[in-house]
């Protein structure tokens, strides 16, 4: 269960205006933030990586993890609603409510 | 004309054909009770008005639940954040390991089954009965191969490659031509190589070169396709195609069919003896059609075998290739499938009726549609790879995002497809296996009245392909993104037209079907 085909590394395409924030070490491939570029060095370089790129990695990831808890409650509300209006919408289409 | 069995695999062809079985049924005259079957068989697979109207759900509630579910999906996904989880169920597969030897033999016998058949609907669309329900070439090719045979393809896995008897007689008169160049080389060689093409080598195209090109470069000149067309000849041979199957009596003609079967045939052999491989690859729009399928099939072709997977989660590995009109034949796949609902739906007649009254030619509308609907399909996907881009705030280029993301667009055509045509293939397989057993001589025919819930069952499968797609998509974008919020947050715009896609294609499937006026 192990072999799988390894999806090639996307092109990427910086606007001739614009000097990318972040530079993968490893990959070169430019990113739009430090977090994002943190966040892809312990992903994709994770055996490579330095101790420093290692604790950066931790760090965004706890960033993460906050944001991801906010963007859950949302998603989570969003499906209440959408859940109950579906079934009075029904009710009251049927003629029961 | 009005009455076709239609271009099976992407239309409403099921009703198509029981129409034809009607009118056969009221010419022949002495079968009321096929009619009365027919009459009942229509009205089931015809339309699902019916069915809805049973359960008292008025049709726009029935549209509007289909965007919710995709909606909710994709919140209930955005709760799926574990990237090593996701990927322990998209990798998963068994490995069945067939040497070359029994799997050589098998494509080979699968061949010679298929040119039989193929055979069988030349001799029988142009000398056969007129009958549509007792002529072989018509039930063979719509209800047999573009309905049932193309389910296989995502359900099962794409054996195109392999039973292609177009492929295999080119196979057998290029190996006759390099016998013939160069008889000490030609055999041995052909031997050697062939084996790559074997059972979904169509599938990707990376594996697509083994076999025919090395052999027709010693046997034939071999031209090559210039690389800047990339793909796009099989997207305008698509789009050519279905334009044929609305306008063209090909549906219900066994006569009409044959030769265009024929011709098809002469231009597909001739065209890969001059280009190799590459014009199923690049041009016969009909391999690229099961290639395509064949991404979210549960069986997927290995190395040294085969391997099976969890359905559509082959699509989660393989972005397409990077060259012109990859994207746009999903993208064509699509809109052509939904265009083929569309033209046989109440609402294009009474939108035609008056065009055509005030003297334009209902051949123009019926293109200018087919191109500009096409337009509109790639703009707006453009638009939301574009969207996509912003959200994730990366640098991913707009053109790679859209080959990324273009995989999710097929378990969506997959669905469409399989709502439209398991009714009618059911429908007619009592027709095809009777006329089949004896097709120069066939007995009279019954078809399969579908039960009323299989209306919804037909909901479903097109829900179930959105669903699977949101799935897809949330995978691809975990691997192309860092980290778990901006995978997320990419995926709203692609939520958003799924959303209005959905229901879009629910509303044609519970059209009640018109014939395409004026053609």
């Not at chain 2, 219900?252 to 590459?278: C, K, N, Q, W």
Request: with cysteine; net charge neutral; charged share 15%.
């Amino acid at each position: 269960m192990s072999t799988h085909t390894k999806l090639p590394d996307p092109a990427t395409d910086v606007p001739p205006d614009e000097e990318p924030i972040a530079t993968c070490p490893h990959c070169e491939r430019p990113f739009r933030s430090v977090h994002a570029r943190d966040l892809h060095v312990g992903e994709l370089h994770e055996d490579a990586a330095t101790d420093t790129e290692r604790e950066r990695h931790e760090r965004a990831i706890e960033t993460e993890r906050d944001d991801l808890w906010l963007f859950h409650a949302k998603a989570v509300v969003a499906l209440g609603i959408t859940y109950s209006s579906t079934v009075i919408l029904y009710m009251v289409v049927l003629g029961t409510f | 004309m009005t009455d076709r069995p239609g271009f099976g695999r992407f239309g409403a062809g099921g009703r198509r054909v029981t129409r034809a079985v009607g009118r056969a049924g009221l010419r022949l005259g002495p079968w009321p009770l096929l009619v009365a079957l027919v009459g009942t068989a229509s009205a089931h697979s015809g339309s699902l008005a019916g069915a809805t109207a049973s359960a008292t759900v008025p049709t726009w509630l029935t549209v509007l639940t289909g965007g919710i579910v995709v909606g909710a999906t994709f919140l209930f996904t955005t709760l799926l954040t574990d990237h090593d989880a996701m990927r322990d169920v998209n990798w998963w597969r068994l490995t069945v390991p067939v040497p070359a030897k029994p799997r050589r033999a098998l494509v080979w016998v699968g061949r010679l089954v298929s040119v039989g058949i193929l055979v069988l609907v030349l001799v029988t669309g142009l000398t056969g009965t007129t009958t549509p329900t007792q002529n072989f070439a018509l039930l063979a090719i719509w209800a047999g191969w573009w309905a049932g045979y193309t389910m296989t393809t995502y359900l099962a896995g794409n054996t195109w490659p392999a039973l292609n008897p177009f492929r295999a007689v080119a196979t057998l008169l290029e190996r006759a031509i390099a016998a013939v160049s160069d008889p000490s080389t030609g055999a041995a060689d052909a031997d050697g190589t062939r084996g790559g093409t074997d059972p979904n080598a169509g599938g990707s195209d990376r594996r697509t070169d083994g076999g025919m090109a090395t052999v027709s470069g010693r046997a034939l000149t071999t031209r090559t396709i210039p690389e800047r067309w990339g793909v796009w000849p099989a997207v305008v041979g698509l789009v050519a195609m279905v334009y044929v199957e609305v306008v063209s009596p090909i549906g219900s003609d066994p006569r009409a069919l044959g030769l265009t079967v024929a011709v098809y045939g002469v231009v597909t052999v001739a065209g890969a003896l001059v280009y190799g491989e590459s014009w199923f690859a690049r041009v016969d729009p009909v391999s690229r059609v099961f290639a395509t399928y064949g991404r979210v099939a549960p069986v997927q072709r290995d190395a040294d075998g085969f391997s099976v997977r969890l359905p559509g989660t082959a699509a989660t590995e393989s972005v397409l290739p990077d060259r012109p009109g990859e994207t746009e034949f999903v993208v064509a796949l699509l809109w052509v499938t939904t265009y083929d609902g569309l033209v046989s739906t109440p609402l294009w007649a009474r939108l035609l009726t008056p065009i055509a009254e005030a003297g334009v030619p209902a051949h123009l509308v019926y293109v200018s549609v087919l191109l500009a609907g096409f337009g509109v399909f790639l703009g707006v996907y453009r638009l939301a790879s574009r969207k996509i881009r912003e959200r994730a705030d990366t640098y991913v280029a707009v053109d790679e995002i859209e080959r990324w993301f273009a995989p999710a667009l097929v378990p969506i055509a997959a669905g469409y497809h399989v709502a439209h045509f398991l009714g009618y293939f059911l429908t007619l397989a009592p027709a095809l296996a009777a006329v089949a057993a004896a097709p120069f001589a066939p007995p009279n025919t019954v078809v399969l009245v579908l039960p009323d819930w299989f209306g919804s069952v037909k909901l479903a499968c097109v829900l179930l392909g959105h669903v699977l797609a949101v799935w897809v998509a949330h995978s691809l974008a975990f691997e192309l993104l860092p980290g778990v919020l901006a995978p997320i947050r990419s995926q709203v715009p692609s939520v958003v037209v799924m959303v209005f896609y959905t229901m879009v294609s629910l509303w044609v499937i519970t059209q009640p079907y018109v014939a395409p006026p004026f053609v």
